[in-house]
């Protein structure tokens, strides 16, 4: 029973990312990772809501006159989405049907990329209106909070992408299944802050 | 690939250091790094009391004492105690839960070779146009303000540094929830490593937040961000809250396997089982977990309110409880045991009143009206000395005379040990214990020099002598050290004797894979529990002697973090010299393509034969 | 560590069943994947409709908070057994990030 052994949909695990011990420990360590990370995005979130629209004295931008609420709508649905697909993705993992979990791999990352594409016009607009980085303490907090999130996308999309590309030939082991897994939990993670930032920074910042 | 070591030429020892990912290949390199850092730490600390020895001193200007004290702190903190405790966890965690390595024996060196570059980053500080000079707190509205680089040194080294002790601290949580031998249930665990647990939790909690905070410093320094910046509606306060919120779980992250330390210290040489286990393991859990909950009583004098300043209050005065517990388990432990006193038993024996004093100021001023009085005065700086010298480097101590034959089947010298006791302990208590009422009336904390006629002269006199003492202990030991090495007289098995815990039944000089069979716990102690059955091997073992997988070394963790430390040159000078982006890029680039290499290419390990290990006897 | 890995082969019944188990699991995420686009659509509606912000907050973080949770017991399987040490250290996180967000609501000194 090595890392090389060929699995059939018969002998394929229940649980392929947790049959090795450098899966067990592959999987735990990562959903320690995520406890870290929700502090770490928990930190900004306290930033960002303590300096939510203070500026210099007479700053003209703040959330009501910001956001706009389509665009953050089709990114969500968009990141959404991709989630579902990773789901997709994991339950062909588990039948042992390589094929099908890299196609649903592959929709993630175009839908990571869509919600990307738009992030990064929304950001340009801003700082085309004149809301830049360094603007007040209110853009440096958002641009943080929300560039932070973005950057995990576009970590996870990399991740995601190398690990498509360099298992295309091989099909399954238990020593890729544990990657694929965790790479999945993590764009998943990015999900759930992602609920937070829309309800917190956008939606709330709409209301006032 | 053939598994056995060979005798090596200096060349190759040097490479197998770099490449290394055997935990206690890298507990050595951690317990070097931090020794050296220690010793830099305690130099700063030499000229401060130099520079205090003597009313209106001009020994170094104001602005260089700054520098002096800030790096003083930060190093002694971030540098010498946490690296050095990471040492001890490498090296006998592992072993006392009978695994055969870390569960990420590759994350293990990255953080180690993270600490040490982010380390050296921070001093080269020095060499380059002035250390950080803002406190090792580095509060907002005095680090903006800082002209020079002394800060983003601060800021970027900690940050790098910081993220080798995250990565270290999720490793051994994974390593103590998923490898324990079998038996070894969570209620069998050795204080040791139930602190090392409770601890690298605190780290995955705590980090975070000194992460995003130093981002912002680095951000609103560097980058041209507004968080603390009042005029552009930034606050300073939370960089105050971040720090904390960070900086005081991480003095538990020291005093912790401190405990941990001492409990095995004190069950050992009283020949008994440690008193009250459960309620030991209870006061832990409980201590990790209060120790999130105090970190406003730091900021009592910012304003923040009554009401905040009562629950914080409070919060504080309720750690005491656990902490009062793990002082009696170990009186009780002492009581009626066949005591041997040893070097490290000293350490644990002048540990508890030190301790103790340290913690009975901690609740003087938890009482916010009091803290008042005292804040930012020297009865701080004896407070918080009374705890972190007093608990944690005696702890650092001991540990190093105990576990010297565990990771280096030699002995230090005991006699040479009691000098550096006793010169240390007295050196201690001189130094700090006078601060107290120096603080009482009325110094104040980080203040460069004072006057004669202040009344303060001689109190400050009889603590630079005792920081001689103390340095003059250091210095016994580390001739101690020099001498054990250059003798290298081999110990063999259980070199205290009465080892109750795993790590001691293990053969010497430990084989790199560690237990050749993986053994079956059969309680608390369980080395004791088999000795006293007369079982001659000395444990007894889960499984048949069979084929032992092994992680292959790897040079990649030392070049990720060489990359990390060339782009920190490059966020450092951002925007004052043209190179600065081009440097930055190529720092990352070479640590994401390094990152890529080490995803792409398989790396299996490899196999120790079983014949191989039935040939050695035992391993070698 | 390879060698704790233990090849075994199902029969056919078995490989029949986990695979039906399987499909009955995707089609509940299938269902929580409805529920969270649904709770999307109201959360961004009752804002689009401009209802008072006092009765909006709360609603739409309710609903932030139950879309969190279908993400994590259904999409990344948190319902499943073997992660109970996961969830303990995701909700002491928890805990400790509303503990700060609280703070930096309440005492950061000025408003």
Redesign the interface.
């Known amino acids: 029973m090595d890392f090389n052994t060929k699995y059939t949909p018969q002998t394929w695990p229940e649980h392929p990312e947790q049959v090795t011990l450098e899966g067990k420990n592959k999987f735990l360590g990562f959903w320690l990772f995520l406890g870290g990370e929700t502090v770490l995005f928990a930190s900004l979130f306290a930033t960002y809501l303590a300096l939510k629209n203070k500026g210099p004295s007479g700053m003209e931008y703040s959330t009501q006159t910001l956001f706009e609420l389509p665009l953050v709508f089709v990114m969500t649905m968009l990141l959404l989405t991709s989630s579902l697909t990773s789901v997709y993705a994991m339950y062909h993992m588990k039948n042992h049907n390589f094929k099908g979990m890299q196609t649903w791999m592959a929709i993630t990352v175009l839908l990571g990329l869509g919600f990307l594409c738009l992030e990064i016009y929304e950001f340009n607009h801003y700082v085309h209106i004149g809301f830049t980085y360094g603007q007040s303490a209110f853009s440096s907090a958002f641009f943080t909070l929300v560039g932070t999130h973005g950057i995990h996308v576009v970590i996870g999309l990399v991740w995601i992408i190398l690990l498509i590309l360099r298992n295309a030939k091989r099909g399954f082991s238990l020593y890729n299944a544990p990657k694929y897994y965790t790479a999945s939990l993590y764009w998943h993670f990015i999900d759930v802050v992602w609920v937070f930032i829309f309800t917190v920074v956008y939606l709330m910042g709409v209301v006032g | 690939m053939s598994s056995i070591a060979k005798k090596k030429g200096f060349g190759a020892s040097v490479w197998d250091y770099l490449t290394t990912v055997d935990h206690k290949k890298i507990a050595i390199l951690y317990l070097a790094a931090g020794g050296l850092f220690f010793v830099i730490g305690g130099i700063e600390a030499m000229l401060i009391r130099i520079q205090l020895a003597k009313p209106d001193n001009d020994f170094v200007s104001a602005g260089l004492f700054n520098e002096i004290i800030t790096m003083h702190g930060t190093t002694m903190i971030f540098l010498a105690a946490m690296p050095i405790l990471f040492g001890f966890m490498n090296a006998v965690m592992p072993l006392q839960i009978g695994a055969r390595d870390v569960?990420?024996p590759f994350l293990n060196a990255l953080g180690f070779w993270l600490f040490l570059f982010g380390g050296i980053f921070l001093n080269l500080s020095w060499f380059m146009g002035g250390a950080p000079d803002a406190g090792w707190t580095s509060y907002a509205s005095l680090s903006l303000a800082s002209p020079g680089h002394g800060i983003d040194f601060y800021a970027l080294g900690l940050q790098i540094s910081g993220a080798g002790t995250?990565i270290g601290g999720?490793?051994f949580?994974?390593t103590i929830?998923?490898?324990r031998a079998p038996g070894m249930t969570y209620m069998r665990m050795p204080l040791m490593t139930w602190t090392t647990f409770v601890a690298s939790?605190l780290i995955?909690?705590a980090?975070?937040?000194l992460?995003?905070?130093l981002?912002?410093l680095i951000?609103?320094r560097m980058?041209?961000?507004?968080?603390f910046?009042h005029?552009?509606?930034?606050?300073t306060?939370?960089w105050e809250?971040?720090f904390w919120?960070f900086g005081h779980p991480e003095v538990y992250i020291l005093i912790l396997p401190a405990f941990g330390i001492f409990s095995e210290i004190f069950a050992l040489f009283s020949r008994k089982r440690l008193f009250g286990y459960s309620s030991m393991v209870f006061a832990t859990v409980l201590i990790g977990f209060l120790g999130?909950?105090v970190w406003?009583h730091h900021m009592f004098t910012?304003?923040?309110?009554p009401t905040?300043n009562a629950i914080f209050a409070v919060a504080t005065m309720a750690i005491a409880v656990p902490t009062g517990m793990k002082i009696f388990n170990w009186l009780l432990t002492i009581w009626g045991g066949s005591i041997k006193v040893t070097v490290p038993m000293l350490y644990a024996l002048g540990f508890i009143p030190s301790f103790v004093a340290g913690g009975v100021t901690g609740v003087m001023q938890a009482a916010a009206p009091l803290d008042y009085q005292l804040h930012d005065s020297y009865f701080i700086v004896a407070h918080f000395h009374y705890v972190i010298v007093g608990g944690v480097v005696l702890a650092i101590l001991a540990a190093l005379h105990l576990y010297w034959p565990l990771m280096f089947n030699q002995m230090l010298s005991e006699k040479l040990g009691k000098w550096t006791f006793w010169f240390f302990f007295i050196g201690f208590h001189m130094t700090f214990f006078i601060q107290h009422f120096l603080g009482l009336m009325g110094m104040p904390r980080r203040v460069f020099t004072f006057r004669a006629d202040q009344g303060w002269d001689l109190f400050n006199l009889i603590s630079s002598i005792g920081a001689v003492f103390m340095a003059i202990g250091v210095i016994i030991l580390v001739i101690n050290i020099i001498i054990t090495v250059a003798k290298n007289v081999p110990v063999g098995n259980d070199p205290w004797e009465d080892g109750r815990t795993l790590e001691w039944a293990i053969p010497q000089p430990v084989p790199f894979y560690n237990f050749k069979q993986t053994p079956l716990v059969r309680g608390l102690d369980t080395f004791w529990i088999e000795k006293q059955e007369g079982n001659k091997e000395g444990m007894t073992y889960a499984e048949p002697i069979?084929?032992i997988?092994m992680p292959n070394n790897s040079f990649i963790p030392f070049v990720m973090t060489v990359g990390l430390f060339v782009a920190a040159f490059g966020a450092l000078y951002n925007g004052e010299k043209t190179w600065a982006v081009p440097v930055l890029v190529l720092g990352l680039a070479i640590t994401l393509l390094s990152m890529?290499v080490r995803?792409?290419k398989?790396d299996?390990?490899y196999h120790i034969h079983k014949e191989d290990l039935m040939n050695e006897k035992g391993g070698k | 560590m390879s060698h704790d890995a233990q090849v075994f082969v199902k029969s056919q019944t078995e490989f029949e069943y986990s695979k039906r188990k399987r499909k009955e699991a995707m089609r509940s995420q299938i269902t929580s994947f409805a529920i969270m686009i649904f709770l999307t659509l109201i959360a961004f509606s009752a804002v689009a409709a401009g209802f008072s912000k006092y009765y909006i907050a709360p609603i739409i973080l309710l609903l932030a908070a139950v879309q969190v949770v279908l993400q994590l017991y259904y999409f990344m399987h948190m319902n499943e057994k073997n992660h109970g040490i996961a969830a303990f250290f995701l909700y002491t996180g928890a805990l400790f990030a509303f503990t700060f967000i609280l703070t930096f609501l309440t005492i950061i000194w000025w408003g």
């Open positions: 569960a990420f995250y999720i490793n949580l994974v929830i998923n490898m939790a995955l909690f980090f975070p937040p992460t995003i905070g981002f912002f951000l609103d980058f041209g961000a507004n968080f910046d005029t552009m509606g930034g606050n306060i939370i809250h971040l919120i999130f909950m406003a910012v304003g923040l309110g905040a069979s084929d997988h890529a995803s792409l398989d299996h390990g």
